[in-house]
């Protein structure tokens, strides 16, 4: 019996901004991709793999050397390699819409609905369960595989029996358990580490255009967050810290867009950082019943004017000066009230 690890290659370098088709066709992984697969490394090198098989694509072979580092020499098995997606192969989906418009909105509704020429996924699933098989009868114990999000979804929909599977972020991890017979799903694109490393922050920040004054900004309510942690931990109060400083230093990552605070938990999910996303997300004001880390960051982002520390009063006289509407004003004295009620919960003194 052994656990098989699934991890899929990070972020490839895309020549532009926009989402590419990437079946056979390959790019490097990009600093983003690299900073994934540094995360992964830490977290692989305690769960006891005596190998490490990778697909042979360039993305995927990649993100394997930085899986391994010194601890192994990793495989190339050909049955792991992605799925090809026939005419649309290598092209980016602003094209694939142009030339294809019908079936890129059919495909919409309906995932599973492939490109013309594009490989069947069963016959995909089927020759990445044949590899797997061959490696799990030979590898004497617990080993970890390197491969791409189609075919990794086709082979976790043949074993749960054409059953849901989530999506997969970048060094999203899927694991089995193999009985010497016959594979089992354990779970499914999941990431186990949910505090992001700084330069993986920065490679966000970048992609996402957060402005510089938005970064400071940031750094300051990281900052003030901590302080208010620190005292909760003086009432006995212990909270996760790492989270929390990790929410705070991008919890503004989409601020020049509106509805910044859900758009940006909503890139955070995406990522695959669900925890991370759940501290985000009512940063900007909610009805908190305890404390929390989502409760201190949005408490910390209210004593903040940009990076110049404020009293409550102070931040919300400012804001109020913007409200042009009745409507408007309802919700700016909603969230006075509740940010009132929040500095009442936390016992913190400006």
Not at 148 to 167: F, N, W
Not at 259 to 277: N, Q, T, W
């Amino acid at each position: 019996m052994s656990t098989v690890t699934l991890i899929r290659h990070g972020r490839p370098d895309f020549p532009t901004k926009e989402r590419w088709c990437l079946g056979k066709s390959d790019f490097p992984l990009s600093l983003e991709g690299i900073a994934q697969a540094a995360l992964a490394r830490e977290w692989l090198k305690g769960q006891g793999c005596l190998a490490l098989v990778s697909s042979p694509l360039g993305r995927a072979r990649e993100t394997a050397a930085i899986l391994a580092g010194d601890a192994f020499l990793p495989r190339i098995a050909p049955g792991l390699e992605e799925l090809g997606h026939g005419l649309w192969d290598g092209l980016p989906f602003s094209e694939i819409k142009l030339r294809f418009p019908e079936l890129y909105a059919r495909r919409g509704a309906d995932p599973y609905l492939q490109p013309p020429g594009a490989e069947d996924p069963s016959a995909g699933a089927a020759r990445a369960l044949k590899e797997l098989t061959a490696l799990a009868r030979e590898i004497p114990g617990d080993f970890a595989v390197v491969s791409h999000r189609s075919l990794l979804r086709a082979l976790l929909a043949g074993l749960t029996g054409g059953g849901a599977v989530p999506e997969i972020p970048y060094c999203g991890v899927s694991r089995l358990h193999w009985d010497g017979e016959r594979f089992t799903v354990l779970s499914m694109g999941e990431l186990p580490w949910q505090i992001p490393s700084p330069e993986l922050m920065a490679c966000w920040h970048r992609r996402c255009g957060t402005p510089e004054k938005i970064l400071r900004h940031e750094e300051a309510v990281a900052r003030m967050a901590d302080a208010i942690a620190a005292a909760q931990e003086n009432r006995g109060i212990v909270l996760n810290r790492p989270l929390l400083r990790a929410a705070a230093l991008c919890h503004d990552i989409l601020r020049t867009e509106p509805d910044h605070a859900k758009k940006g938990a909503d890139f955070l999910r995406k990522e695959g950082y669900d925890a991370l996303a759940a501290v985000v997300e009512p940063h900007h004001g909610a009805d908190f019943a305890e404390i929390n880390e989502a409760a201190v960051l949005c408490y910390a982002d209210k004593l903040l004017d940009g990076e110049t520390p404020v009293t409550l009063e102070e931040r919300f006289e400012k804001s109020r000066k913007k409200c042009v509407t009745p409507e408007a004003l309802e919700a700016h004295g909603r969230r006075y009230r509740e940010a009132l009620k929040l500095k009442d919960l936390l016992g913190w003194e400006e």
